[in-house]
């Protein structure tokens, strides 16, 4: 962590840091310095941020790792043991208080070895033993400390696929990296402290959110006008009321929770994206609608009609379109009972005629034809 990089790459290397490795080591000479305690701060800041985004334990474990420590058993007591007790530095000092983290102190080298025999007492091997013991505890505590969701991970609403489970799989990993190297590729304002980069992710989870609302909302309008005679209930431009009425919705209770300040872009494309998801539901609304409608009129005339009925089954979709109200001879709620008047008199004939429709239709959607209009990939 050099002082020569921008505060901003700090805290994206603190961000991947994390994401990568669920075994810190922050390796330092000597003595912790107060420049080390700040550095900690902020990891520790950045890997709550980031935990509570993904659902990751933010820092399983850390080693505090002091080489060369001229006091290695009076740990605590230097200076940074008086910034710690003095409140400066919270998060690492709540850190340290847990089973977490740990202090490793390797004592300082007894001599300088120049020349002579390097397996002489006092050689560079004798000095490099501490250092190999800690690297092979390192080695053998690395399996027990895998990469981990936090507990209540999917109490929070979040869906669980399959295979989840509290350790996550090589694969779960990499998806989550390219989530967030991509994310912190995008072009946009920038983020210099952890509290910025928590303030947009924040922002990215309620934009996420607000897509897959709307997208459920015509997965829903979808599914409820598939029958043949529940979307001629609902005519096309009635559809096209109740989306834009729900996107506007949306983007006002989503919009008002925005934390960061340059959020009128970021609702700029939130909008276009909504807006093009119900322009492609519209169009091919639009289309199903026409088609049962020709086919009620076909229908119709064919049982009723003769020739005449064909006339109206072709003319009744431009109808449609023409002049969308009034004029669904399909009409509103025609039962197997034959009970509604459509269409201005036609007749019992003709409500019986629909009436057998509808129930051929129930009864071909309970064999198993629910092929919905949105295909899913």
């Given at each position: 962590?050099?002082?020569?990089?921008?505060?901003?790459?700090?805290?994206?290397?603190?961000?991947?840091?994390?994401?990568?490795?669920?075994?810190?080591?922050?390796?330092?000479?000597?003595?912790?310095?107060?420049?080390?305690?700040?550095?900690?701060?902020?990891?520790?800041?950045?890997?709550?941020?980031?935990?509570?985004?993904?659902?990751?334990?933010?820092?399983?474990?850390?080693?505090?790792?002091?080489?060369?420590?001229?006091?290695?058993?009076?740990?605590?007591?230097?200076?940074?043991?008086?910034?710690?007790?003095?409140?400066?530095?919270?998060?690492?000092?709540?850190?340290?208080?847990?089973?977490?983290?740990?202090?490793?102190?390797?004592?300082?080298?007894?001599?300088?070895?120049?020349?002579?025999?390097?397996?002489?007492?006092?050689?560079?091997?004798?000095?490099?033993?501490?250092?190999?013991?800690?690297?092979?505890?390192?080695?053998?505590?690395?399996?027990?400390?895998?990469?981990?969701?936090?507990?209540?991970?999917?109490?929070?609403?979040?869906?669980?696929?399959?295979?989840?489970?509290?350790?996550?799989?090589?694969?779960?990993?990499?998806?989550?990296?390219?989530?967030?190297?991509?994310?912190?590729?995008?072009?946009?304002?920038?983020?210099?402290?952890?509290?910025?980069?928590?303030?947009?992710?924040?922002?990215?989870?309620?934009?996420?959110?607000?897509?897959?609302?709307?997208?459920?909302?015509?997965?829903?309008?979808?599914?409820?006008?598939?029958?043949?005679?529940?979307?001629?209930?609902?005519?096309?431009?009635?559809?096209?009321?109740?989306?834009?009425?729900?996107?506007?919705?949306?983007?006002?209770?989503?919009?008002?929770?925005?934390?960061?300040?340059g959020r009128a872009p970021a609702l700029e494309a939130l909008e276009a994206e909504l807006q093009?998801?119900?322009?492609?539901?519209?169009?091919?609304?639009?289309?199903?609608?026409?088609?049962?409608?020709?086919?009620?009129?076909?229908?119709?005339?064919?049982?009723?009609?003769?020739?005449?009925?064909?006339?109206?089954?072709?003319?009744?979709?431009?109808?449609?379109?023409?002049?969308?109200?009034?004029?669904?001879?399909?009409?509103?709620?025609?039962?197997?009972?034959?009970?509604?008047?459509?269409?201005?008199?036609?007749?019992?004939?003709?409500?019986?005629?629909?009436?057998?429709?509808?129930?051929?239709?129930?009864?071909?959607?309970?064999?198993?034809?629910?092929?919905?209009?949105?295909?899913?990939?």
């Amino acid at each position: 962590m050099s002082p020569e990089l921008s505060r901003e790459t700090r805290t994206k290397l603190c961000a991947l840091i994390m994401m990568l490795s669920s075994y810190q080591i922050l390796h330092t000479s000597q003595e912790l310095k107060d420049t080390d305690l700040e550095y900690l701060e902020m990891f520790v800041h950045v890997a709550e941020v980031m935990g509570r985004h993904y659902g990751m334990v933010p820092i399983q474990h850390l080693d505090l790792l002091v080489r060369d420590s001229l006091h290695p058993n009076k740990a605590g007591q230097g200076p940074e043991g008086d910034a710690l007790r003095s409140g400066q530095y919270p998060r690492v000092r709540e850190l340290l208080r847990g089973r977490r983290a740990r202090c490793c102190l390797l004592p300082a080298p007894r001599r300088p070895w120049a020349g002579g025999d390097p397996g002489s007492p006092g050689g560079p091997e004798d000095d490099a033993c501490p250092l190999r013991a800690y690297v092979a505890e390192v080695l053998r505590a690395a399996p027990q400390h895998a990469k981990s969701r936090c507990q209540g991970y999917w109490s929070e609403g979040r869906p669980v696929a399959r295979g989840d489970g509290r350790l996550l799989t090589g694969q779960q990993l990499a998806q989550e990296i390219k989530n967030l190297s991509g994310w912190m590729g995008r072009p946009g304002p920038g983020f210099a402290s952890p509290d910025e980069m928590a303030a947009q992710l924040h922002d990215l989870r309620l934009l996420e959110a607000a897509k897959k609302e709307f997208k459920e909302y015509v997965r829903q309008q979808d599914v409820a006008t598939k029958r043949i005679f529940s979307a001629l209930r609902v005519l096309p431009d009635t559809m096209r009321s109740l989306l834009s009425a729900q996107k506007d919705a949306i983007l006002a209770r989503h919009g008002a929770a925005l934390r960061c300040q340059g959020r009128a872009p970021a609702l700029e494309a939130l909008e276009a994206e909504l807006q093009a998801q119900a322009r492609a539901f519209m169009d091919t609304y639009t289309l199903r609608f026409c088609g049962h409608l020709a086919a009620v009129g076909g229908a119709v005339g064919a049982g009723l009609m003769g020739l005449a009925g064909g006339v109206v089954g072709a003319g009744m979709a431009a109808a449609a379109l023409a002049a969308e109200a009034g004029m669904v001879a399909a009409g509103a709620a025609v039962g197997a009972t034959g009970a509604a008047v459509v269409g201005g008199g036609v007749g019992a004939g003709l409500a019986a005629t629909l009436g057998c429709m509808e129930k051929e239709e129930e009864e071909r959607l309970q064999e198993g034809d629910r092929e919905p209009l949105l295909q899913g990939e």
